[in-house]
């Protein structure tokens, strides 16, 4: 079994019900989801939008492999609605977005997946949720 790390997004339509939406569909599709952040509510991060994100972060326990993963997340999204991926930089609006942040303690640089995610750094969307998870395991 492999400990993952993922950040979850959201900033269209009912926000709330989409990440328990996304949180479902992990625990069916990923495995099962032993830690999840409060939801976060920030502003977008890359693009401008009136639409503003909902963020969380979640533990999963899964048995499958870095790039099972990717290919099952990318699965969730679509069946979610999500009709286009961010390129290049350029983000949008979007109903979720599932980013695989760590993957046990290794490192992968594909060109369709970087492991851990290259921007965690950078975005307090992803850092506040993560840490809020990380530190709840070190605190019981």
């Known amino acids: ?5 993922l950040s979850l997004g959201t900033n269209l339509g009912n926000r709330r ?7 479902r569909l992990l625990e069916k599709n990923v495995g099962s989801v032993v830690l ?10 890359g693009f401008a939008s009136s639409h503003r994100f909902l963020n969380a ?13 990717l290919s099952a997340t990318q699965q969730i999204e679509r069946a979610m609605g999500r009709t286009q ?10 109903i979720i977005d599932i980013d695989i942040l760590y993957y046990d303690d290794i490192t992968i640089a594909d060109p369709d997946l ?3 995610h290259p921007l965690i750094g950078e975005r307090d969307f992803v850092k506040i949720p993560l840490a809020e998870i990380r530190d709840s ?3 019981r």
Do not use: C
């Open 137 to 139: 395991q070190t605190h």
């Open 1 to 5: 079994m492999h400990e993952v790390y």
């Open 36 to 45: 999840r952040s409060s939801f976060v509510e920030t502003e977008p991060w």
């Open 17 to 23: 019900r989409n990440l328990h939406n996304a949180i």
């Open 85 to 94: 991926k961010s390129v290049d930089g350029h983000y949008h609006d979007r």
């Open 57 to 69: 972060a979640v533990k999963v326990v899964t048995e499958l492999s870095p790039h099972e993963l």
């Open 114 to 116: 970087v492991i851990p």
